[in-house]
């Protein structure tokens, strides 16, 4: 068997691959059914993988529903990202305790190795994501030292799409469905469930890592059949994305628009309620705050997530610079779709979904991003 040819694991013989990252010494994060949403959380085994379940998403909606089968990764994303555990949303960076001479300690906070992690099921659109991320952590000239020791032990298993949501469109964003070779995964895998084969998964090594994991699998080379249904199911994934965005000239049409009167339309809608910022897997941006003890001998100071929609994000001495609901969708999409590829040389957002879906009012970046190609109508210019 060639070290770089696919293999295919039947499903009877799937829990090894868990079993094979955990005697590494992982600790297996993958998807499993929780308060009704698909969620990533530490599993033990392939029972644990959300069998038979997929979801339904639409703006402003998410609802898991059964499926017809026992697909292990049957669904699209949940609520959660791989940025919850790559780039926690807290993280304590120092405290500080007074001695008995009235002097203060100094302690720095997160200073623990962090913990091997194995991700598994990250999605096309998610690993696309992690590359972002460690662009923006990593390739700036600047290195996180928090994000680099928890990206530094992460093993990633990566699932190549074999359903689209209502609010997928990676297509767009060339962020999917596949997972391409460039991507930062060490193993990838395409789910089959029908054909001369049954029910079994084709796996491809991304990483000398991934590599000699399976290496210790129970599998057979793949054949010519197994590759060709593998294309099969992402090609008919890729044609059935639930959304679409036209990201020619993108950049220019929103800056280009920034006093458009489209902006008042969505501030009416948008509730500043910072979901789409939460659920984003690539938005970074922190804030710092001191907390302290009713004694004042012990403080402590923590970065925790923020979000562009918050009033206090922008605060100076002379208050909020963006103080409109306005104001703040306008950075956001901008930045998201626009001046992320000045800073980055890419978009921001990957196709993923997750902020139609959990927009509480339903508000559609796909939507909206397509409203500044129309022409102003009268109403709207004056």
């Known amino acids: 068997m060639d070290k770089d040819s696919p293999i295919v694991v039947d499903r009877s013989d799937f829990g090894a691959l868990i079993e094979a990252l955990q ?12 308060d009704q949403a698909i969620l990533y959380e530490e599993i033990q085994s392939d029972a644990d993988l959300p069998a038979g379940w997929t979801d339904e998403q639409e703006a402003g909606h998410y609802r898991l529903r059964r499926r017809d089968d026992e697909a292990l990764f049957g669904y699209a994303v949940g609520p959660r990202s791989w940025k919850d555990f790559l780039h926690p949303s807290r993280v304590k960076l120092f405290s ?3 001695d008995e001479s009235g002097g203060m300690r100094f302690e720095a906070g997160d200073t623990d190795e962090a913990p091997r992690l194995a991700f598994f099921g ?6 696309n994501a992690i590359a972002i991320q460690d662009r923006v952590f990593l390739g700036n000239g600047v290195t996180d030292t928090h994000y680099e020791k928890r990206r530094r032990n992460a093993f990633v298993v990566a699932v190549n799409c074999g359903v689209a949501s209502g609010t997928c469109f990676c297509v767009s964003m060339k962020t999917g469905p596949k997972a391409q070779r460039s991507l930062p995964y060490d193993i990838a895998l395409t789910e ?16 000398e890592a991934g590599r000699e994991v399976l290496a210790a699998l129970p599998a057979r080379s793949a054949m010519v059949e197994d590759t060709d249904q593998a294309e099969a199911v992402v ?56 907390v302290t003890d009713v004694t004042g001998d012990h403080a402590e100071r923590w970065r925790r997530w923020d979000s562009c929609f918050t009033m206090d994000f922008t605060w100076m001495s002379g208050g909020a610079a963006r103080q409109t609901t306005r104001s703040r969708y306008r950075q956001w999409l901008t930045h998201k779709l626009a001046t992320w590829h000045d800073q980055f040389d890419s978009s921001g957002c990957v196709g993923c979904g997750r902020c139609i879906a959990w927009c509480p009012v339903g508000i559609d970046l796909t939507e909206e991003a397509a409203h500044f190609r129309k022409p102003e109508t009268e109403s709207e210019k004056t």
Not at 196 to 204: I, K, N, Y
């Open 23 to 34: 005697s590494r010494g992982y600790q297996v994060i993958g998807p499993t059914v929780r």
């Open 96 to 98: 500080t305790q007074r």
């Open 122 to 127: 990250v999605r096309s659109c998610e690993l």
């Open 192 to 207: 089959l469930l029908d054909g001369p084969g049954g029910h079994r998964f084709v796996l491809e090594a991304g990483t």
């Open 235 to 290: 090609e008919a994934t890729a044609e059935s994305m639930g959304r679409h965005m036209d990201t020619e000239d993108l950049p220019s049409r929103l800056l280009e628009n920034l006093e458009h009167p489209r902006w008042d339309d969505v501030a009416e809608r948008c509730l500043s309620c910072a979901n789409c910022t939460l659920v984003c897997p690539t938005c970074f941006c922190t804030t710092v705050e001191d």
